[in-house]
């Protein structure tokens, strides 16, 4: 059973990616302020801790009730709650892309090929046509989950592997959606869900929350003005417990509401970027005008989220079937 607080939390987050994904590609007849690009890098830079947050959570979940004896049933209910979402998405939105670049290529990028079914097979089992390459990753993990227990459930050897993991990600420049680029983030989520059951059914020790908000800052900047790939990281492993420390000390100051709509995280996270693109991209080219790019950055993410929102209740309400797969029966 998932605490208010992480449904609240992955309901802010998935607006977090919806924001980060608003970044709005400049045309040839696009017209804006430089500030307006600087404000640009910056907030789609800050909205990146929201990503690490979903795998921090995702181990704990994962890890919350397991035992071994526990993997083929855990492994059984992921396929029906990521496998089945994942190639349902990428296969909807693998013909949507197609129909869009066939029927309004102005407002779209022709980047996904369609020259043979084998292209569009490969397209979709590598997630080119959706953002979902985080639910792939996540599907990785729990293939593997017999090892990640073997690595958290001892306490004295758990910072080993921490560390292990950490110099890996270091060393080495993966690619943003490679499973062992966010695997620190999700053992450490794991190892509070084994150790410390009530982590996210609770407020956050300060003694995590106070140095995330310190440091945050600092490796932030490094991160904008010396950037590389240990200023990267840094600013990624902050992230979790920065995100959830804020959220509790505004939960303690006025208690954030948990509104029905917000179960439809998933939904808004699976199915918001495409709209996204087409939106912006229209505001952009029937617009020009130096306030287009702030219309387009500020506005097509808040009707993007109430459409969605508006089709993940509708679809909720008449297919709660079709609801159900889509969704991973969250």
């Excluded at 985080?134 to 592997?161: C, D, N, S, T």
């Excluded at 794991?190 to 956050?204: C, P, S, T």
């Excluded at 992230?239 to 804020?246: D, M, V």
């Excluded at 995280?265 to 505001?283: D, K, Q, V």
């Amino acid at each position: 059973m998932k605490s208010v607080k992480i449904i609240n939390l992955s309901f802010l987050l998935a607006l977090g990616i919806v924001w980060q994904h608003s970044q709005l590609p400049i045309l040839p007849s696009t017209v804006a302020h430089p500030q307006f690009l600087y404000m640009l890098q910056f907030t789609n830079k800050m909205m990146e801790v929201v990503v690490p947050c979903f795998f921090f959570i995702s181990g704990y979940l994962f890890f919350r009730n397991y035992t071994p004896a526990d993997f083929l049933k855990k492994l059984r209910t992921r396929l029906r709650s990521l496998l089945v979402p994942y190639l349902l998405w990428n296969v909807i939105f693998a013909a949507a892309w197609y129909v869009a670049i066939r029927f309004i290529p102005d407002f779209v990028t022709d980047r996904f090929p369609y020259d043979s079914i084998l292209d569009v097979i490969v397209g979709i089992v590598s997630c080119q046509y959706t953002v979902l390459w985080y639910v792939g990753v996540i599907f990785v993990y729990a293939l593997i989950a017999p090892l990640l227990w073997l690595m958290v459930r001892r306490k004295k050897l758990f910072p080993v592997w921490l560390v292990v993991t950490c110099v890996i990600c270091l060393v080495f420049r993966h690619p943003f959606c490679s499973p062992v680029l966010w695997l620190p983030i999700y053992l450490a989520g794991a190892y509070a869900g084994v150790h410390h059951k009530d982590f996210l059914f609770g407020e956050q020790p300060l003694f995590l929350t106070i140095p995330s908000l310190i440091l945050f800052p600092i490796a932030f900047y490094w991160d904008c003005f010396r950037p590389s790939n240990l200023s990267m990281n840094i600013v990624q492993w902050i992230g979790p417990t920065l995100c959830i420390g804020i959220y509790d000390i505004v939960n303690r100051l006025h208690t954030v509401p948990s509104l029905s709509f917000f179960k439809y995280s998933f939904f808004l996270y699976a199915m918001h970027y495409m709209p996204l693109h087409i939106l912006e991209r229209m505001c952009l080219m029937l617009w020009s005008h130096p306030y287009a790019p702030y219309v387009a950055y500020f506005g097509a993410p808040l009707v993007v989220t109430v459409f969605v929102i508006l089709v993940a209740r509708l679809t909720d309400r008449r297919l709660p079937r079709l609801y159900s797969l889509l969704s991973g029966g969250r």
